[in-house]
């Protein structure tokens, strides 16, 4: 049973962070739910008042300007599944999107919470970090932007202060040359493995590569190591790099053995679908 | 019949199909139907159900860690075969069948994915990770 709480309604978002500041720790904010009100069920998180944001319209909107898409912490995942503006301008955020969960959890669940919450067993994030986007975040003393890489600082955890909202996350699309691919595993209800991989092409061969693996580790990672690597490397030369990366791979990641598998399992697969992933951007950036 | 990616180890059953000994049965429909669920818990048993134990703790006891056979695990064809005899114990020669068609599912994917990759997964579920051991690509867990 979830234990009573109070509903606060904030009508904006400097009413949200002026209850934020108020009620400190005895506060959370309230947007979809889907992972808070497990975690209230289970008794994981104690919480007196839940604040509602889900009727604050800035946070409920997508919004483009020039090359980015500004997405309100408060948009859904089936939103950004079926927006318009996000399926032409983010095209494997949109894929990426369509995969999470259920379509129930899609509908209720929020981007913004996926993010705050930061499960490292998600697909958002992912995605987002070969994007390179950005978290805008106000607090009592006005707002401050971070890029979405430091913003996830650990397993469930990120730089946000209990009286900080998270308003928006401005994601630029991919220079015009790129092409992009996002491919998963996924067993049970949260993916074992994500993968996102953007490059784009000179002469025949990789030039900016961007690279993010998501689930395996603490936390969705970009792979600035690899990426390096992969730099001036020929398409057929993918799969050697990634093969004499998997020290190095496995360092970063750390994966553990748990019920989705063992960290021998979960390295191999990571390696697998680095290599399709960067064989499907290459695929799409000739294209 | 069945499809392995042996890279990544997953599988997919394509095609599947039942035959029982009924003797005799009265109503086709309900007679089928069980038959064809039977099977789909049936892959549950072959290819994910398992509870984990840890310090005397199951670490899976809720839908989110437990896997249970959803739509996509599905084949597009199913093929139900009932022979009828009226050769049975039963009243009209019937027999007991039902959901008998829970114990074949697992040596019939067994012997699928043995015949898609050339290599025995003998504990089940037969999971990925167990099809990638089972190909040398990972080493067999303990």
């Known amino acids: 049973m979830i234990p009573p709480f109070k509903l606060i309604q904030a009508h904006s978002t400097s009413d949200a962070v002026a209850e934020l500041q108020r009620l400190g720790d005895d506060a959370k ?32 909107s997508i919004r483009r300007a020039n090359g980015t898409v500004s997405i309100g912490a408060a948009v859904t995942h089936r939103s950004l599944e079926t927006d318009s503006t996000v399926r032409e301008m983010l095209p494997m955020l949109a894929s990426a999107e369509s995969q999470v969960a259920n379509i129930r959890v899609r509908s209720q669940g929020t981007l913004g ?48 202060e209990a009286d900080e909202l998270l308003l928006s996350v401005d994601v630029p699309r991919l220079p015009a040359q790129f092409g992009g691919s996002y491919m998963r595993i996924h067993h049970l209800q949260r993916p074992t493995l994500g993968v996102a991989a953007a490059v ?58 748990d019920l989705l598998g063992s960290a021998e399992y979960k390295l191999y697969i990571t390696g697998v679908l680095l290599k399709r992933a960067l064989h499907e951007a290459v695929h799409n950036a000739t294209r | ?30 007679a089928v139907a069980p038959l064809l669920g039977g099977a789909v818990m049936g892959f549950g048993h072959a290819l994910f159900e398992e509870i984990v134990y ?85 080493p067999a867990k303990k």
């Open chain 1, 113 to 160: 919470g996926n993010l705050c919450f930061n499960d490292p067993h998600s697909d958002p994030a992912t995605v987002l970090l070969v994007h390179d986007a950005t978290a805008q975040v106000a607090g009592p003393n006005g707002k401050r932007q971070v890029l979405l890489g430091s913003f996830l600082t650990g397993m469930y955890s990120t730089t946000l």
């Open chain 1, 29 to 60: 904010i309230y947007g979809g739910g889907t992972e808070l009100l497990i975690l209230l069920r289970h008794n994981l998180v104690q919480s007196d008042y839940l604040i509602d944001i889900k009727s604050i319209p800035e946070l409920g």
């Open chain 2, 54 to 138: 840890a310090d005397g703790q199951i670490m899976n006891a809720d839908p989110f860690q437990y896997r249970l056979p959803v739509l996509k695990d599905l084949p597009a064809l199913m093929q139900t075969s009932v022979l009828v005899a009226g050769d049975g114990p039963g009243p009209f020669g019937s027999k007991g069948m039902s959901q008998t068609t829970i114990v074949t599912a697992a040596p019939a994917i067994g012997n699928a994915i043995y015949d898609a990759i050339g290599a025995r997964v003998r504990s089940l579920p037969i999971t990925p990770e167990k099809i990638l051991a089972a190909l040398g690509k990972i």
């Open chain 1, 200 to 257: 784009s092409l000179r002469d025949g061969a990789l030039d900016e590569v961007r690279l993010a693996v998501g689930c395996v580790g603490p936390r969705a990672l970009r792979l600035e190591e690899l990426e390096g690597k992969l730099h001036g490397a020929a398409p057929a030369e993918i799969s050697k790099i990634i093969q004499e990366s998997k020290t190095s791979l496995k360092a970063l990641l750390e994966p553990i053995d």
């Open chain 2, 1 to 30: 019949m069945g499809e392995v990616d042996p890279d990544t180890g997953e599988f997919q059953v394509l095609q599947y199909a039942v035959a029982v000994d009924a003797g005799e049965m009265l109503h086709y429909k309900s």
